[in-house]
C-alpha cells in the first residue's frame, strides 16, 4: 500500500554529517508515524528515532540522542535523518518504517520497537571511517 525508498548513505568520516531521506510513494505519510531503524553486521535492528504522525512527538535511541534528528516534510511525503557527530559506530544500514497506527497510539508512543511499524524500507548504507 506504501513503498519507502531510502537515500542519502553513504561514506563519511568520523565526525561529520549525513541527512537521510525516506520517500513515500502509494500512500501519503500524512497520518502514519515514522521510526528510523538500523542494522549492523552481526547485531539485531536497533531502534533509532522515531516521529508520531503529526509530527509533534520525537523519541530517539539514547546511543544517537543529541546527535540525530528525525523530521517529516508531509508536503514532500518524505521523513529525514539528521545525523551529525557521526561515529564508527553508527556503522549500519539504516531503514526507514511507516505505522499506519500511530494516529490510535497515545500522543507520547515511543514506537520503539519493531512491531510497531507495517511498511519498510530497503535500507541505506551508512559507513562513518575513523
Known amino acids: 500500500q506504501v513503498q519507502l525508498v531510502e537515500s542519502g548513505g553513504g561514506l563519511v568520516q568520523a565526525g561529520g554529517s549525513l541527512r537521510l531521506s525516506c520517500a513515500a510513494s502509494?500512500?501519503?505519510?500524512?497520518?502514519?508515524?515514522m521510526g528510523w531503524f538500523r542494522q549492523a553486521p552481526g547485531k539485531e535492528r536497533e531502534f533509532v528515532a522515531s516521529i508520531n504522525w503529526s509530527g509533534s512527538f520525537t523519541y530517539y535511541g539514547d546511543s544517537v540522542k543529541g546527535r540525530f534528528t528525525i523530521s517529516r516534510d508531509n508536503a514532500k511525503n518524505t521523513v529525514y535523518l539528521q545525523m551529525n557527530s557521526l561515529k564508527p559506530e553508527d556503522t549500519a544500514v539504516y531503514y526507514c518504517a511507516a505505522d499506519p497506527l500511530s494516529p490510535f497510539r497515545g500522543a507520547d508512543a515511543k514506537a520503539d520497537l519493531i512491531t510497531s511499524y507495517t511498511y519498510w524500507g530497503q535500507g541505506t548504507q551508512v559507513t562513518v571511517s575513523s
Open positions: 502509494g500512500r501519503t505519510l500524512r497520518s502514519y508515524g
